[in-house]
């Protein structure tokens, strides 16, 4: 079964709204998330890391005002894409470490029209 | 220098043949390595991991040579269900940190 659970798995929505992507840990505690980004035909490139309980690292280059990145519990981090543009439709996807394994959410596609 | 370099192929071969995925690495302080499978348009799930010593899976095997800074994987006797794209993934420190990812390497297995 999910180790990782992801929500939802697609989601369309209109130009200048904003799109929350939820990641779940199932019965086990996760301190830090991942959240990557992979548009077709590319690698899966890290958005941002997810702390519990304290402000995430995004890497260079995402804007963090556009990508919030909510941790609030040991279980659930988030993903919200503000002011969605069409440039923003990708393929969402968070993961979390569970003893030696990394293990990914099912991931989200998002289309902005 | 990508930290992680794989050939994007794609690779089409007939049932039963076998295929070998490569791939480099920048880092030589890289931790750990595996391989990855992503079927289209989903998330990727872990094949196996790599090991220096070699490793084996049934039909799937992995090599790791460090010097090299290089990261194989030999899959024999392909089947259709074969097809996906195979990520050659490295862990670059030890601890909670994030993998990174080669481009993929498409395998089509043609009956």
């Known amino acids: 079964g999910a180790v990782v659970s992801q929500h939802p798995s697609w989601v369309i929505c209109k130009s200048g709204t904003s799109v929350k992507i939820e990641c779940r840990s199932l019965d086990f505690q996760a301190t830090t998330m991942f959240w990557y980004r992979q548009f077709p035909k590319q690698s899966l490139m890290l958005m941002a890391t997810?702390?519990?309980?304290?402000?995430?690292?995004?890497e260079q280059g995402v804007e963090k005002d556009k990508f919030l990145i909510n941790h609030a519990s040991l279980t659930l981090s988030t993903l919200t894409v503000t002011s969605a543009h069409p440039e923003d439709s990708s393929f969402y996807i968070c993961?979390?470490?569970?003893?030696?394994?990394?293990?990914f959410g099912e991931g989200s596609w998002l289309t902005v029209v | 220098r990508k930290e992680v370099e794989q050939d994007p192929g794609p690779f089409n071969v007939p049932e039963g043949a076998t295929v070998a995925f490569n791939c480099t690495y920048s880092?030589?302080?890289?931790?750990?390595f595996f391989w990855y499978r992503q079927d289209c348009r989903k998330e990727p799930k872990l094949l196996m991991s790599v090991y220096s010593s070699g490793n084996e899976d049934g039909r799937f095997t992995a090599q790791l040579n460090r010097a090299s800074q290089y990261i194989s994987l030999l899959i024999r006797d392909s089947k259709l269900s074969d097809s996906a794209t195979y990520l050659c993934?490295?862990?670059?420190?030890?601890?909670?940190?994030?993998?990174?990812f080669g481009k993929g390497t498409r395998l089509s297995v043609i009956a």
């Open positions: 997810s702390n519990e309980g304290s402000k995430a690292t995004y």
């Open positions: 880092n030589s302080a890289s931790q750990s």
């Open positions: 993934v490295v862990n670059p420190s030890p601890g909670n940190t994030p993998l990174v």
């Open positions: 993961s979390a470490r569970l003893a030696n394994t990394i293990y």
